[in-house]
């Protein structure tokens, strides 16, 4: 998770992900929303248009541990919830 997230820090300013092409690749769900680096990503910036500033709280709670129980605590809901919601 804390890798995930140092990826989706790396904002260039412009509201995207910096990566060569200065946005995600291509949309790559999965079955899980960690599992894997575009997907979670994405799955993230969706949390975050879901309550602006998400990533950023996310981001201040995992400062010493993580825990699935800090998307109900910002969002109201379970991190699986929110992984069906988005994938619908």
Do not use: I, P
Not at 50 to 64: C, D, I, P
């Amino acid at each position: 998770m804390y890798h995930e997230m140092a990826q989706m820090w790396r904002w260039n300013g412009d509201g995207r992900a910096h990566r060569g092409d200065h946005g995600f690749r291509e949309a790559q769900v999965g079955d899980r929303w960690d599992q894997g680096y575009d997907g979670t990503a994405r799955f993230l910036d969706y949390c975050n248009g879901l309550r602006n500033g998400f990533v950023a709280e996310l981001n201040k709670k995992m400062r010493t541990a993580y825990s699935d129980s800090y998307f109900v605590d910002l969002l109201g809901k379970s991190v699986d919830q929110l992984w069906k919601d988005y994938r619908v």
